[in-house]
């Protein structure tokens, strides 16, 4: 569809008029009364075409219209990981997968066995010759990263949709540089998903943002919709498109705008001190059709139909528009017609219900939301809860059957621990590591991976003797932890390499103001 033009110049006329007696002040020497033109407008540089009524002006576009997928705009990810939901196929770069022809972009799921990298295309150790990953289908998920990469805009895609059971296209954004952590934590945005289309009539269309913290302390907040008239997105083309732009996101089919989410109701564990956090950040655009994985297989028939495939996705157009009323925030060019779902989301987890002048984390008993648990690289780190009578009742007993373990107490969300100024514990060494001599211990809290105190050393106290600790959390703030975002407030382990046979009693642990 054209652009329509957003402003016009208009040239101001004047007709002249003819001084009487000695002349006009401010008139030429013809006669003629000089009235100035109203400046003209230029188009904004990244503009393509005259910004439209509504401000937006078409900054990239993909139409379809060659012989080949534009190498200049796209990149296909290859890999058999699974999608990180279960999913059954690999992507691969082939033409039988990911095509241009007839003015449209092709991405077929095809039933066949397959091989290729276990790892995500950016992961560090990715390697392309890689065969550890394995599928039963292979399909096609193109990428805009470092070729198109916008904060803010309008994105925009028409579209006629696979069905089937098991079947799962999606347009959506991820972010481009992962400023605040992994995913979801620097966010992600589903402009259209859909599964599992035409099977017991699904005919559901699906916008969603992911935000929060790590897995578990993962959400995600969305809408659903229906387009009227009974029509089901894979029985035709339709046009599925976000306007983003800063503290708020609205989604749109045909124009329609249903759904609206603000700042209000999302976040980053990473970044709590940032209202505007995940969502400030360039994203890029990714087209996939996924096989399988959790979703679809718990929804409608669950599993995986093989006789409904190979499926096609097919795209008539990719178009991407900024608003030139305010490039820097997007605001100024929104369209809704006040008929829409605001969905509020969610917002940061409070503190915990013990916080406090002290929050408590353990003292005979794990305090909630506080969970233990331990990680090993081999063997095992146990803990439980024993009588050590006197004046500390209770206590928790870590048992150390591995020189490279940790055990920690964690909470699912990230709570904003900024306000509390110790880490306080009592620790009793009942038995030291195999090699006694070169005997201490570390201490760190984490704010979500790769977000962390550092290790802080500690000297290892005398046997069978308790023995109080005061972390300053300002030394924990300096050797890099985020105090706004903390989920692993106590994390003890005797020093990696030295530690098989260390027999550790911990008490009174908790954060003090």
């Known amino acids: 569809m054209p652009a329509i033009p957003f402003r016009v110049t208009l040239l101001a006329l004047a007709a002249a008029t003819t001084a009487c007696g000695g002349g006009s002040s401010g008139g030429n020497s013809d006669g003629i009364t000089d009235i100035p033109e109203d400046p003209v407008e230029t188009r904004p540089e990244r503009c393509l075409e005259d910004p439209q009524n509504s401000g937006y002006c078409l900054v990239w576009q993909d139409e379809f219209s060659g012989d080949a997928i534009d190498s200049e705009k796209w990149t296909h990810e290859q890999n058999c990981t699974g999608g990180g939901n279960n999913e059954a196929q690999c992507y691969v770069d082939d033409r039988d997968n990911s095509w241009v022809a007839d003015d449209m972009l092709h991405i077929k799921a095809i039933r066949e066995d397959a091989v290729g990298p276990g790892k995500t295309d950016d992961d560090p150790d990715y390697d392309p010759e890689d065969t550890s990953g394995s599928g039963t289908y292979t399909s096609a998920r193109l990428r805009s990263k470092g070729l198109g990469d916008w904060k803010y805009g309008r994105f925009e895609m ?21 400023e605040y952590g992994g995913w979801p934590l620097s966010g992600e945005i589903d402009i259209l998903e859909a599964v599992n289309l035409k099977v017991g009539g699904e005919d559901r269309i699906h916008g969603t943002l992911h ?13 659903a919709y229906r387009i009227p008239g009974d029509l089901n997105p894979a029985d035709g083309f339709h046009d599925y498109a976000v306007e983003w732009e800063e503290g708020e996101i609205r989604w749109y089919v045909d124009g329609d705008h249903y759904a609206t989410q603000t700042s209000d109701g999302w976040y980053s564990s990473a970044a709590l001190d940032n209202p505007l956090a995940p969502f400030d950040r360039t994203f890029h655009l990714i087209l996939n059709l996924a096989v399988g994985g959790d979703w679809p297989a718990n929804v409608n028939d669950g599993g995986i139909d093989e006789s409904a495939f190979p499926q096609e996705f097919q795209i008539d157009h990719v178009r991407v ?114 090699d006694a001599g070169s005997a201490a211990l570390t201490f760190r809290a984490d704010c979500g991976h790769p977000c962390t105190s550092g290790d802080y050393p500690l000297d290892m106290p005398p046997l069978d003797q308790w023995t109080h600790f005061e972390i300053p959390m300002a030394d924990l703030v300096d050797g890099g932890l985020n105090a706004k975002a903390v989920d692993t407030p106590f994390v003890i382990s005797p020093v990696w390499g030295n530690q098989d046979g260390a027999v550790l009693q911990v008490d009174n642990v908790r954060l003090a103001r």
Not at 158 to 178: E, N, V, Y
Not at 211 to 223: A, K
């Open 321 to 434: 528009y900024q608003c030139s009323e305010d490039f820097e925030t997007g605001r100024g060019c929104a369209s809704t017609d006040g008929d829409f779902v605001s969905n509020p989301g969610h917002t940061p987890p409070e503190a915990p219900d013990n916080a406090g002048d002290e929050l408590v984390i353990f003292n005979g008993e794990i305090r909630a939301p506080y969970q233990w648990y331990t990680y090993t690289d081999g063997g095992t780190v146990d803990f439980e809860t024993v009588e050590v009578g006197g004046d500390y009742g209770d206590a928790g007993r870590i048992t150390y059957n591995t020189d490279a373990g940790i055990g920690f107490f964690q909470s699912v969300d990230a709570y904003d621990l900024s306000d509390y100024t110790y880490v306080k514990f009592d620790l009793r060494v009942l038995e030291e590591p195999a």
């Open 211 to 223: 935000f929060g913290d790590e897995w578990p302390g993962n959400v995600h907040s969305g809408e």
């Open 158 to 178: 028409r579209a006629k949709l696979p069905h089937g059971q098991g079947s799962w296209p999606a347009f959506w954004m991820l972010p481009t540089d992962w």
